[in-house]
């Protein structure tokens, strides 16, 4: 079966630093993606990981550990606009994108 | 920059009516795909399309689904007899894993309602 976790809400200031964590049991692994879904629009890329450790792009950063069935997105300097859902998303085989139920990140002044 | 462009943004439908939900991906990518996503639940993996032929898809994506590329440019999704349960936003997306790039690039959405 395919079971990906994700915490459904986080709070945080701005300026600060957030974590949002990702666990998952997929029955295919072929990497783990990032969006960024703002209200009533469409998921937009973050970062890409298939291979375990750390992907840094400017304010984002993302974690794999496949063993472990887990990954991370690190965002830091937080910003008013990076109040969002944040996707986790496994591509099970060759192209099926998996997604978990995202995590709703809410950034206050 | 290219994006994948979707029409129209909002479609309203009696039930068991027709509806066509067109995308026009980013223009050299290879592999299309959709995606629905209900009011307040997760994106859901629809269907993926290669080479003018279904590549794999969801057991959502039932005989009322189908899919097809008629031109050049512009890639379709039909839903035959529109059920209340199908009212979501419908992503189009694509990608050009030819190339080595793994990522599925999103359109704005269709919002689909059925009445």
């Known amino acids: 079966g395919q079971n990906i976790d994700q915490p459904t809400e986080m709070t945080a200031t701005e300026g600060a630093i957030v974590q949002i964590n990702c666990t998952y049991q997929t029955s295919g692994f072929n990497g783990l993606f990032w969006y960024q879904q703002h209200a009533g629009e469409a998921p937009t890329f973050l970062s890409y990981n298939v291979l375990d450790g750390l992907e840094e792009k400017g304010r984002f950063s993302s974690f794999l550990s496949r063993s472990k069935g887990y990954s991370y997105l690190l965002l830091k300097e937080l910003q008013m606009k990076d109040s969002a859902s944040y996707l986790c998303a496994v591509r099970e085989g060759f192209q099926k994108l998996v997604f978990g139920t995202g995590t709703r990140l809410l950034v206050s002044p | 920059e290219p994006e994948v462009t979707q029409t129209p943004s909002h479609q309203v439908t009696q039930m068991g009516q027709e509806v066509i939900l067109r995308c026009v991906p980013i223009?050299?990518?290879?592999?299309f795909y959709w995606y629905r996503q209900i009011l307040g639940q997760k994106v859901e993996f629809l269907v993926s399309f290669y080479n003018n032929e279904i590549s794999e898809k969801s057991e959502i994506f039932d005989d009322q689904f189908s899919v097809e590329r008629p031109d050049g440019s512009n890639f379709t999704l039909k839903i035959r007899s529109t059920k209340l349960e199908d009212s979501a936003m419908y992503f189009c997306?694509?990608?050009?894993?030819?190339?080595?790039?793994?990522?599925?690039?999103f359109g704005p959405g269709t919002r689909l309602t059925v009445l």
């Open positions: 997306a694509s990608s050009d894993l030819d190339r080595g790039s793994d990522t599925q690039y």
């Open positions: 223009s050299n990518h290879l592999y």
